[in-house]
């Protein structure tokens, strides 16, 4: 069981009075018991939640106050047997969510959300270097407070944002394949998803503009999510690591493409390991990476625009100190977007108005070791 508490203020015209000023109090719980071994087969229950609590006490607000309370059941059995090891479970969630009124912009409203998930899912080794992997699941998300009930300006986001009180908790069905590979000079791994989402929550951009901000109204719809990943570490040599990664995923509701969707990207790195064993400097290592993502031209009309590639370099560098044969330290050296390209992250919403991404970033690191 733990509690927590969020104070958040923001100072505007005053340095004495916050404008925006909201407390979140929070209680987590969760017990679990998990059994031994019974002839391969192990399982556990539990049960998890939270309570939590949110005020309004400044003058500008996003968002309503309101009290919420989650709890959840579940269970999970496991099975292995020689070259097969099969996994499952199920588990049932409610929400409660009561949010409170504010004079003529919040009105005051109760809901529940129930719901319920499982999955099961199986690895097979036909060798010991090999594994193949099978998974289908039923996911469940509740809506959130914005998405319900927001109505104010995201300075975040630099937006106007409207909830829909109205909305329905999300439900998906996905399944994916994948397989791994592993020997002393080779690990190499793929794998597949495809997720069907029922009443998929989303923000898309309206024509209208509201103190001096455009406006986004939350919204639903069912959804198609399919990808997959790619990865290769070849190591012909100890101290040689050439490694390689290569994602992908698509994203639509029918004929129309979902908005913040990752667009495919690569990268590379080329990593030595310089020293094992030196009496001062050891486990040294000098890497060399470049990420290239490719130009996303899947979007959603009217809330994104399409977004251009861009490549990235970077270098990095690493090593342990030691005194008397003890480490006492590590230190790091990290160089990002070597270059200094301009650019934005499909994922980026402030690139609407004209903040781009980090530019060149040099960071130095040292890891003291207390004993």
């Not at 496991?78 to 070259?83: A, E, G, L, T, V």
């Not at 407070?145 to 927001?150: Q, T």
């Amino acid at each position: 069981m733990g509690y927590q508490q969020n104070r958040r203020q923001e100072f505007e015209e005053s340095a004495r009075e916050a404008d925006l000023d909201f407390r979140l109090q929070t209680v987590n719980y969760d017990v679990k018991y998990i059994s031994g071994d019974i002839d391969g087969w192990k399982w556990s229950a539990g049960a998890g939640g939270m309570l939590q609590q949110s005020e309004n006490l400044g003058e500008e607000v996003l968002i309503p106050s309101y009290r919420l309370a989650d709890a959840g059941l579940f269970t999970t059995v496991s099975k292995s047997f020689q070259k097969l090891h099969l996994t499952g479970g199920i588990r049932g969630d409610i929400r409660l969510l009561h949010s409170f009124a504010l004079e003529d912009k919040f009105v005051e409203f109760q809901r529940s959300f129930p719901g319920l998930t499982g999955s099961i899912g199986l690895v097979y080794s036909p060798v010991p270097s090999l594994n193949l992997r099978a998974n289908l699941a039923r996911g469940f998300r509740a809506p959130n407070l914005s998405e319900l009930a927001s109505n104010g300006v995201h300075e975040g986001t630099v937006r106007y944002e409207k909830g829909k009180p109205d909305l329905r908790p999300e439900f998906s069905l996905q399944g994916d394949l994948g397989a791994d590979f592993s020997n002393k000079y080779l690990s190499a791994s793929a794998a597949l998803f495809c997720n069907r989402i029922q009443n998929y929550i989303f923000a898309s951009r309206t024509a209208d503009v509201t103190e001096g901000h455009p406006v986004y109204q939350y919204s639903a719809d069912n959804a198609l999510l399919y990808g997959g990943e790619l990865s290769l570490d070849i190591h012909p040599v100890h101290r040689l690591h050439l490694n390689s990664q290569f994602s992908f995923v698509r994203g639509t509701f029918g004929q129309e493409n979902m908005p913040l969707i990752p667009a495919p990207r690569l990268s590379g790195e080329i990593k030595w390991e310089l020293s094992h064993g030196g009496k001062v400097f050891n486990d040294s290592y000098l890497a060399f990476r470049a990420d290239h993502c490719f130009p996303q031209n899947n979007f959603l009309p009217g809330t994104e625009t399409a977004t251009e590639a861009y490549t990235l370099l970077g270098l990095s560098a690493a090593s342990d100190i030691l005194v008397r044969g003890r480490r006492i330290a590590t230190i790091h050296l990290i160089a990002d977007n070597l270059l200094d390209t301009v650019y934005s992250d499909h994922l980026n919403r402030l690139k609407y108005v004209g903040l781009h991404n980090p530019g060149r970033n040099i960071t130095i690191k040292l890891d003291f070791v207390i004993q």
